[in-house]
């Protein structure tokens, strides 16, 4: 793994184009060092905005680069979904540089997935990591019509519904919306795998659960 990471970065440092003079024009500056209770914090302050309607649009002025030419200084990692109605620097009210994101159908845990969470928490020295579920995942829909009817998932499918199951056997006896438990109980799960892996061990990590309808992020027990 560290003969793995040294390649990666050598390549980067050899492929990327040299930084630009940090400027108003260069994009984000570095932040003051969060720590993790501050980056939750300027999260869910972001989100609110977004709820109210009020965005600020960080870093996001005609008169800037498309690219920040600086390296880029993100403050949190988010894993989310990749639904066309959650895109996380929206979500939060954060600009170019903010947020290092990856997205998988139903948050679903990957080794591409791992690694890239572990890039940011290892070489970008991000303090936290927030896994943020959604309500009416299609990902969780699909895992439980599976469940339902037992007709076979095609292709690719059938990993992330296997990998959201669990979560839909575990809450399948509890009352009221089952998707709306197997979607909090698989990110809580998401939330605790990550948690609990050595490579994670600096970081903060939390689980938090966004509602379509209301714009707003609440965070999971």
């Known amino acids: 793994m560290a003969s793995n990471r040294r390649a990666f970065l050598t390549a980067a440092a050899v492929t990327a184009p040299a930084a630009a003079p940090a400027t108003a024009a260069s994009g984000p500056r570095p932040r003051p060092s ?19 309607d009020r965005p600020r649009h960080p870093h996001d002025d005609a008169g800037r680069p498309r690219l920040p030419a600086a390296a880029h200084h993100p403050f949190a990692v988010i894993v989310g979904c990749v639904d066309s109605r959650v ?14 994101c990856t997205r998988t159908a139903g948050q679903v845990l990957d080794e591409a997935v791992l690694g890239s969470v572990q890039y940011g928490v290892e070489e970008l020295g991000v303090p936290l990591v927030l896994v943020l579920g959604h309500e009416r995942c299609g990902a969780v829909a699909a895992t439980l019509e599976h469940l339902r ?3 076979p998932v095609p292709g690719h499918l059938e990993l992330l519904v296997d990998e959201i ?6 809450t399948r006896a509890l009352p009221g919306d ?5 979607m909090r109980a698989h990110t809580t799960w ?5 948690r609990a892996d050595p490579a994670f061990g600096t970081a903060h990590v939390e689980a938090a659960r966004f509602d379509p309808g209301t714009g707003l ?3 999971l027990p």
């Open 87 to 100: 895109p996380p620097e929206l979500v939060f009210d954060q600009g170019l540089g903010d947020l290092l």
């Open 178 to 182: 089952w998707a709306e438990h197997t």
């Open 217 to 219: 992020v609440s965070l």
């Open 190 to 194: 998401v939330r605790d795998a990550i």
């Open 34 to 52: 969060l720590t993790a209770p501050g980056a939750l914090d300027e999260l869910l302050a972001g989100n609110r905005r977004y709820a109210a």
């Open 165 to 170: 199951v669990p979560a839909a056997h575990r």
């Open 149 to 151: 009817t037992g007709a």
